[in-house]
């Protein structure tokens, strides 16, 4: 079981960064591949970013290639989603989420333990 919490989430104004936090409790954290997704109103959960448990390998959707950056560090146990250039369709729920190596990435139901997610609100 990992247990993960989120944190950093917030308002901005277009154009503005933020970034968030996600925190495991446990110390096998660094054996799990992690990603983040976001969930806006209406609509269905969204692929954002994803590394490797070793922080080698990186994915981004199309949407936010260039403005995010995902990174780690297993000795504090937290992944970091670095938000800039942020636009009001930016605005969602998001989620972190641990997997172990081997599934795929891109896709939800890959992922075996998940956050609570934390609201980021981009205003124009």
């Known amino acids: 079981q990992v247990h993960l919490v989120e944190s950093g989430g917030g308002l901005v104004q277009a154009g503005g960064s933020l970034r968030l936090s996600c925190t495991a409790s446990e110390r096998t954290f660094s054996t799990y591949n992690m990603g983040w997704f976001r969930q806006a109103p209406g609509k269905e959960r969204e692929f954002v970013t994803s590394i490797t448990y070793t922080g080698s390998v990186t994915l981004y959707a199309d949407s936010v290639k260039g403005r995010f950056a995902i990174s780690r560090d297993n000795a504090k146990n937290t992944v970091y989603l670095q938000m800039n250039s942020l636009k009001p369709e930016d605005t969602a729920v998001y989620y972190c989420?641990?997997?172990?190596?081997?599934?795929?990435?891109?896709?939800?139901?890959?992922?075996?333990?998940w956050g609570q997610g934390t609201q980021v609100t981009v205003s124009s």
């Open positions: 989420a641990a997997r172990r190596p081997g599934s795929a990435a891109r896709i939800a139901g890959s992922y075996d333990y």
